[in-house]
Structure formats: C-alpha cells, structure tokens
C-alpha cells in the first residue's frame, strides 16, 4: 500500500521504494570522501609541502602561494627579505599567526623553501639561516 510506512532491509522504517535516511547518509559520505581527495588533490599541487602543518595552517599557506602566483609582490602579503641576517635572497611571509612561508627570491623568481612553524623559524635563524 502506497504511503505506508515499513521497514527496510537497512532496519529503519519509512515510506518509499529505499530508505531515504540511508540514500542521505550515503550522500553525506560520498561529500566527505570527495572532500578529502580534493584536498589531498590540493595538498599534492602544492609547490612547497605542507602536510605536515594544521590544515587551517596549510589553507592560509595556499592562498598566500596563490596570490604570489598572480604576481602579488611579497610585501603586500608582510613578506620580509632577511637582510639584516645577511640572507637577502630569503623572504619569510606570515602565515596566521605562527607560521612563516620562507621562499627564495633568485634572479627574479620565487622559489617556495618551505613552511614552519615560529620555533623552527627561530631554531633556523640561530643555525645559520637557509642555503640558497
Ligand atoms: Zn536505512
């Protein structure tokens, strides 16, 4: 009888051909799944890596890596050459509050060295700096 509740192979009960609350589940799954692969996906095309970090971290690395892509100079983004430690090809640019994104600014191209954490900054700079 049409319109009367019963009960699905799943165990809920509803009306209908399939159970809407297991097609909707599966919908939210599917959305989670595609989700993470995008991000893998983007994590991948990444130029510097960036797993290693929180994934708020990694996202702010990624718009910045992006607006440097459409030729946002460095400064804009509170970018920084080292100069002062007689590293001038580094620039370090902010991303959130405790990480920098170190790149290398070699005969006018932007290399991507990597992104860390305040710390590791601090641990690099008492090290020597970077090698370029
Ligand atoms: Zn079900």
């Known amino acids: 009888m ?3 509740k019963k009960t699905f192979l ?3 009960k509803g009306k209908g051909k399939y159970c809407h609350r297991c097609a ?3 919908r939210r799954k599917e959305a989670t799944l595609k989700a993470k692969s995008d991000w ?3 994590l991948r095309a990444s130029p510097v890596e960036l797993d290693h970090l929180p994934k708020e ?3 702010k690395a990624l718009i910045v890596i992006a607006e ?3 030729g946002k100079p460095y400064q804009d983004l509170r970018g920084k050459r080292m100069r002062t430690m007689g590293q001038r090809e580094i620039i370090s640019i902010p991303v959130g509050r ?3 994104l170190i790149c290398c600014n070699k005969n006018g191209s932007l290399d991507y060295i990597e992104v860390i954490s305040h710390e590791d900054y601090n641990n690099r ?3 020597g700096g970077w090698s370029v």
């Open 40 to 42: 893998v996906n983007r």
């Open 57 to 59: 971290i990694a996202e």
């Open 24 to 26: 909707q589940e599966e």
């Open 98 to 100: 405790r990480y920098r």
């Open 2 to 4: 049409a319109g009367r």
């Open 68 to 70: 440097l892509h459409k």
């Open 10 to 12: 799943c165990g809920h």
């Open 125 to 127: 700079l008492t090290s």
